[in-house]
């Protein structure tokens, strides 16, 4: 069983950047590739971000690739997503997301545990 919980969102400029951080509880927490998916009003969550439970492979979404960075820390049982050159359309509640690496890139049916979300705003 793991546990997720995310932190970080909050309201920033376009062209801001933000940090979101996602802490796991579990003992089998290292041993999960770990992901970030998004869901705007209205839309379906779709896929962000994706990094294998080693931390050596990373997979994006191409309308956040050379923007968004994935990294985990397995000693801190965390993962982090930092935001760069933010636009309104990332405007959504970020989910923190645990399964396989190749069920992660598939999509949310690929995912084991969620996180609660937290909500990104970019707007001036």
């Known amino acids: 069983q793991v546990q997720l919980v995310e932190s970080g969102g909050g309201l920033v400029q376009p062209g801001g950047s933000l940090r979101l951080s996602c802490a796991g509880s579990?003992?089998?927490?290292?041993?999960?590739?770990l992901g970030w998916f998004r869901q705007a009003p209205g839309k379906e969550r779709d896929f962000v971000a994706a990094?294998?439970?080693?931390?050596?492979?990373?997979y994006y979404a191409p309308a956040v690739k050379g923007r968004f960075t994935i990294s985990r820390d397995n000693a801190k049982n965390t993962v982090y997503l930092q935001m760069n050159s933010l636009k309104a359309e990332d405007t959504a509640l970020y989910y923190c997301?645990?399964?396989?690496?190749?069920?992660?890139?598939?999509?949310?049916?690929?995912?084991?545990?969620w996180g609660q979300g937290t909500q990104v705003t970019v707007s001036s």
């Open positions: 990094i294998s439970f080693s931390g050596t492979s990373t």
């Open positions: 997301a645990a399964g396989g690496f190749g069920g992660l890139r598939a999509g949310p049916r690929g995912t084991d545990y």
């Open positions: 579990g003992r089998t927490f290292s041993t999960f590739a």
